[in-house]
């Protein structure tokens, strides 16, 4: 990307910092890992794909919302995510119902964690990124019975920040 669009890019960004990610890559014709990079440093920590790690840490968080955005539809999921294992070269959430499935976990060469304003509320998720700049799927932070994120939640995605994309010192 040149300097030129990586400025307006960013520019773009802090004035919509809740730009629908995978629309402002696809009008851009930018990966959505770009657009991440480019949203301003207080929203957005990118670390490293540990997959595995993060899911486990997830799985006993409790009711969180699982997307999935393809060009052609958007799936959610609202529940608890399973544990998991890995085997067979897969992530496998071990459940027979619910969500369930296989993630080609070593596909994911990073994991951001985004905190930003969306439709007139505080959002956060853990957007989980493949090799090539695409979202492999998105997990959202819980919320309670009047809309706000859940605190609980809130302070497990926090220490999974710490852990896997720590803060430049």
Request: aromatic residues 8%; proline residues 4%.
């Amino acid at each position: 990307m040149l300097a030129t669009e990586l400025a307006a890019l960013k520019a773009y960004m802090a004035d919509n910092p809740g730009a629908v990610i995978e629309d402002v890559a696809r009008e851009r014709m930018v990966t959505p890992r770009a657009v991440l990079e480019a949203m301003p440093d207080s929203m957005v920590r990118i670390g490293a794909g540990a997959l595995a790690d993060a899911m486990q840490d997830i799985a006993e968080w409790g009711e969180v919302t699982l997307i999935v955005h393809t060009d052609d539809a958007i799936f959610e999921f609202t529940g608890a995510i399973p544990k998991g294992e890995v085997g067979r070269g897969y992530f496998n959430l071990m459940q027979p119902r619910g969500l369930h499935g296989h993630i080609r976990h070593e596909r994911c060469a990073a994991i951001a964690f985004v905190e930003r304003p969306f439709m007139g509320k505080v959002s956060a998720f853990i957007a989980f990124i493949n090799r090539d700049g695409g979202l492999m799927f998105k997990v959202f932070v819980g919320r309670d019975e009047n809309r706000a994120l859940r605190g609980d939640q809130l302070q497990r995605f926090h220490a999974l920040a710490d852990r896997l994309a720590p803060r430049a010192a």
